[in-house]
C-alpha cells in the first residue's frame, strides 16, 4: 500500500493529516504536480482525472478523492472516529465536511488557479472568476465564524475531518495573501487550536 502524494498541494495534505490524526503510517512516493508528473501516462492509470491523492491498494487497485481515502481507514480503524460514531454524528460531520469544501474550499482554490501566475501552465485562467471567488471565500470565512460560536471544532466538541479541511483551504489561502478577518474571532480561535495539533505538520 502507498499514497501518490504532492508535499505542496492542498488535498493530499488532508489526508496526510487524517493519518497523522489516527497514528496510520502509510509510504508515499511524491508526484510533484508543478513539474507535471501528475499527466504521466503512469499517473494516469491511477487516476484518469490526473488529479492527488491517489491510494494504491496491495492488490495494485486505486481509489482516488482525499474523502474516499481517508473514509478506507477510518472503517480499517474507527479510532479516533473523525467521520462520526452515531448516525447523527456522522451525518453532521458529512454535512459540515461538504459544506467547508464547497463554500470555502474550492473557493478559495479557483481564486488560487485563476488568479496567480503560476496556475497559467495548468489552467485556463478566467481572472473575473478567480475575483468572484475571492469575494465568496471571504464570505464563507464569515459563515464559518458563525458556525463555530460556542464550539470548540466546527461539528461540536469533536475534532472532526470538517476541520481538516477548513484549515487546509484556510492555510492553503495565504499562496494568495487570504488572511482570517480580525472581525472572524471564533475561525482565529479555532485556527490557533487546531494548527497547534502535531498532525497539522503532517
Ligand atoms: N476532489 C479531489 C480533488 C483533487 C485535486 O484537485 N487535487 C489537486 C491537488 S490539491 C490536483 O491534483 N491538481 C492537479 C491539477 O490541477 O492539474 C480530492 O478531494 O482529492
Not at 469575494?135 to 464550539?151: C, P, S
Request: glycine share 4%.
Amino acid at each position: 500500500m502507498k499514497i501518490f502524494d504532492d508535499k505542496m498541494a492542498p488535498n493530499p495534505r488532508r489526508v496526510r493529516i487524517f493519518l497523522a490524526e489516527k497514528g496510520i503510517a502509510v509510504p508515499y512516493e511524491q508526484v510533484a504536480i508543478m513539474k507535471g508528473e501528475h499527466k504521466t501516462p503512469a499517473h494516469r492509470a491511477r487516476n484518469a482525472l490526473e488529479q492527488l491523492p491517489v491510494l494504491e491498494l496491495d492488490d495494485g487497485s486505486h481509489i482516488a478523492e482525499s474523502v474516499a481515502i481517508c473514509r478506507y481507514f477510518e472503517e480499517l480503524q474507527p479510532d479516533p472516529p473523525l467521520l462520526g460514531r452515531t448516525p447523527k454524528e456522522k451525518a453532521t460531520i458529512e454535512m459540515w465536511q461538504r459544506q467547508v469544501e464547497f463554500n470555502l474550499y474550492m473557493p478559495v482554490a479557483q481564486t488560487f488557479r485563476h488568479t496567480h501566475p503560476a496556475m497559467g501552465a495548468l489552467e485556463t485562467q478566467i481572472k473575473e472568476w478567480g475575483e468572484l471567488n475571492r469575494e465568496r471565500a471571504t464570505k464563507a470565512v464569515h459563515w464559518l465564524d458563525a458556525g463555530l460560536a460556542g464550539k470548540d471544532f466546527i461539528t461540536g466538541p469533536h475534532f472532526s475531518i470538517a476541520d481538516i479541511t477548513a484549515m487546509c483551504a484556510i492555510d492553503f489561502g495565504r499562496i494568495w495573501r487570504f488572511a482570517i478577518p480580525d472581525s472572524c474571532a471564533n475561525v482565529k480561535r479555532w485556527h490557533q487550536s487546531v494548527a497547534a495539533r502535531p498532525s497539522a505538520q503532517a
